[in-house]
């Protein structure tokens, strides 16, 4: 009996199995992140916390962390819109620092460490 695929249909179909395995994988945060990411990180925390949204904004990033790559494809899209009423460039770094997947929990931590009071201890 003659199979219904031939050699190089089964390729093709296990290259397409491979690239769909593959299709949303993101690569491991190994590399730090960058100064001016880190001061931008800061100037987002300390508007958060000059404004008393702490305890709010940690509890939306810790909700909505898991969705953090599809905001940053969000704002890719919105990029030209956003252009009228924000710095290009920033959006775009946020963008991009939404991709990786430590940006959020890197955020909540510079939060809490802003909103806690000086010389109050964890206990």
């Given at each position: 009996?003659?199979s219904?695929?031939?050699?190089?249909?089964?390729?093709?179909?296990?290259?397409?199995?491979?690239?769909?395995?593959?299709?949303?994988a993101?690569?491991?945060?190994?590399?730090?992140l960058?100064?001016?990411?880190?001061?931008?990180?800061?100037?987002?925390?300390?508007?958060?916390?000059?404004?008393?949204?702490?305890?709010?904004?940690?509890?939306?990033?810790?909700?909505?962390?898991?969705?953090?790559?599809?905001?940053?494809?969000?704002?890719?899209?919105?990029?030209?819109?956003?252009?009228?009423?924000?710095?290009?460039?920033?959006?775009?770094?946020?963008a991009?620092?939404?991709?990786?997947?430590?940006?959020?929990t890197?955020?909540?931590?510079?939060i809490?460490?802003?909103?806690?009071?000086?010389?109050?201890?964890?206990?």
């Amino acid at each position: 009996m003659r199979s219904f695929f031939n050699g190089s249909t089964v390729g093709k179909l296990a290259q397409f199995r491979a690239g769909l395995r593959h299709a949303f994988a993101v690569e491991p945060e190994t590399q730090p992140l960058a100064v001016e990411d880190v001061q931008l990180l800061e100037r987002i925390a300390e508007v958060i916390v000059t404004r008393r949204m702490a305890a709010p904004a940690t509890m939306f990033l810790e909700s909505m962390g898991p969705m953090n790559f599809l905001g940053s494809q969000a704002l890719h899209f919105l990029t030209p819109i956003l252009d009228c009423a924000f710095n290009t460039k920033e959006v775009e770094q946020v963008a991009r620092l939404l991709e990786r997947r430590d940006t959020v929990t890197r955020l909540i931590a510079i939060i809490e460490a802003k909103s806690t009071p000086q010389g109050a201890t964890a206990g």
